[in-house]
């Protein structure tokens, strides 16, 4: 049975380059390095990403995320607080000296990112190659998170839109993807960091929190994705996890996190 | 086992909308009509779509499509012709008579479209929340496609998200969700047409084209979304599918399209 | 990217085979035919499956099913009357002058399903190589249910398994696969009717019951199953489905089930 | 929306089980320990499992598996040597004192499998729930691998119909579920393993070669696994990948196998 072709030779701009170093503030991304990036799934006011910010410092994480502009299943659900959360946590930022992260959901809103160290592009817009063709034109370094139900394929042509409008600064993210297993909120591909290493010397790191969903999950996760050779994590963190405004299920506390930048360490160490 | 919780309990505010009329251009959407949309994946050029705008309207389909900015998996592939295209495309259903649709790909683009009857957001963009509260702001009825990895219930939040800003002319469209199968492009989901329909009042339609990616199965797909209740078909034809720029694979001539015009009405008459 | 190859040239010995037709008791099977076939779940006792076997004859069903041993997901919940029940259904058949067909779960159980027209093998079994060889080896015809996992070429394979050994009596059916959609049990790939028949002459029926797990969209699927050119159905019935002892969620009553016969009659005569 | 029920409340038997431990001759499985099985896919003669099993013995893996009864997707394709290499095992395994596993595809066999050390039920057979009531009157380890298209939940409830019948020693093994993602062979889902541990103190271990289907994925893979807390590793070994009989494309060497041993253990050991 001859199967629909769906694939092209081709190669790939980011295959070719061979020594990829991304730096984003202080901390350096390569295909080498192992990065944790840390922070709440949205910023809920000014004092929550300060406190927080001191608190993912101390347990070792090197970049902070922060959602201010969030995309909802629903449009009543909380939409994030808007332009001032990015205030607040690049302030944040400056103050505990951790680089900073988070989502465009517009392309209008390009503008708004200008200090922050890099901009992340959730797994809903994968596919807005708009959005990624924009940000191709800038040098802000680009967090690019594979859509829920995007093949390897798909995920190295989004980056491809990036870097072909000259922005090489391009890190991609597996968040898992969509399956029938429902128990977690997706299924993380773990597979996919040394399968995308084939075709790719971009770094890869691994989001615990959106694939499984599951707080008592996120440790074992990402010590997985770390023996597997991911270059880092993007972990989502709550003092309170019950009470946050968002993604309550999914989020570690500070003590939680500390742990796994401790334990991921030693795998990182210890696998040379 | 408890189950992750993702649901709650919501009104959709299409379910209060008992009775929903769409005008697009002569053509009438309800959840009682059956409308056939159909024409090329790409406008190639302006003969291009003046004669099989033609062959459309011979055919008997009631609205035409054209692509002018095409998504695709690639940067490096044909992107559509741009703007000039709508142009053309506004002028063929002028000439034949037809009421027009094109899908939008970037926010920006909005007052392109102000000439179509109808503007359609496809997969890719489902979950571009900030494209669809714009189309809301419109009036022009918005034709979307479910998301490749969309449930029933984030198509329907879709809907919302447009809906919520005052532009209730949504049209929904199944054409095939993501699964394992690959000899298709994509597994048309036929259940979603009745399921969809114990939670909205809005009009649903089906494409067999996207979904099957195969020519020859675009008939049988037809007739079964007529009979399993569908109130629309939008079908891409090519007289020279082999020739064609886009999609080739899955075009229909206008003749096969004839067939399943002729085809499924029968069908409607018969089911009452 | 090179895909992993797991596909080769072959020729299914079912495609060699021009001009199948299968007597299941009086009622033909081809991939020209249409054939209704219908009953309970599970039979819950002799008068239970009397009874209904008249009212599905009264409906105008050609052939009975009806459970004897059932697969249950738990150890612990209801797992048929057994052989027994196996005997009450050909009572019934031959009162009601109807065809009969049960599944089978055991392969050391061929012997006691002697008596009836056609032997089915459900889903959770269509990879028990073993059991296809054995029911291979007979002459009772063997109704071959897609697994839930299971690509067109797995399913045309097992066929092959089957047909190998001699019988070539096969009908194959298409009742859902598994997906990320929850809100309906599985997904029916109504392709699949379309796309088997470029590979096989084996007759392709559709179950509307388990693959939407939900009685109201039974007949919607029914419709679209006989519009894209299923050689037939197969459905279950109760009498009041909210008492099943298993699968009460998607049972129909004889009276739909009559709306079903109904109507999947029109189309096919509309269609020619 | 409310979704289908298809859970209910209930305890496995399992998880009552605090403190299991199996051995599986001198090697002992529990939900502390970890365990490497390796092997080819195919006992292709006597000598090549007893070369193998020297290979396997000092490259360090507790336990020696190899294929007699194969289950192929086509029948065409080569089936194992049968019974015999199950001999062949056997001897094998004392010779390098060895503990031995293999396959079961037929209810019928189960005396073959007396001289094993633990008998494997492949993923096509998680739902064959004759085969698993008949190990569950045994008392010899079942290792029970998930089935391709099956949730957590169903192979908890596929070892409750081993586990009720009076056999209490399953291993459960995560081996890649279908989904959408084509370049690997079956997507791993490596949260499965802490997942399941909130349900069960059965032992878990992962199977790195057919889910990735590509051998220089099994090693990460593995890792990943292991750092997140399997129990144990089943992997596909041959002298000389390219001309094994079946599955070349994921078979590691002796050597590949002695880095992933080393390496696997440094990481148990680091992570306590």
Known sequence: MEKRENTKEYEFSNKRMTDIKI?????????????????PCSIESEDHIFELAHDIKKAGAGILRGGAFKLRT???????????????????????????????????????????????????????????RELGRGDIPVLLKRGMDSTYEELLFAAEYIMSEGNSNVILCERGIRTFENYTRNTLDISAVPAL?????????????????????????????AAAGANGLIIEVH?????????????????ELSNIVEKSKKIIEVLG
């Open 23 to 39: 730096s984003v503030g202080d901390a350096l991304f390569s295909n080498k390095n192992f990065n944790i990036i840390a922070g």
């Open 74 to 132: 629903s449009p009543y659900d909380f939409q994030g607080l808007g332009k001032v959360a990015l205030n607040y946590l690049v302030s944040a930022g400056k103050k505990e000296n951790l680089p900073t992260v988070s989502e465009i959901i517009d392309v209008r809103h390009i503008d708004y990112y200008a200090d922050l160290d890099m901009i992340q592009v959730g797994a809903r817009n994968m596919k807005n190659y708009t959005l990624l």
């Open 197 to 225: 290493k084939n075709f790719t010397n971009l770094p890869i790191i691994v989001d615990p929190s959106h694939s499984t969903g599951r707080s008592e999950l996120v440790e074992p996760v990402s010590l997985g994705a």
């Open 239 to 255: 003092k309170n996890p019950s009470k946050a405004l968002s993604d309550k299920e999914q989020a570690v506390t500070p003590s």
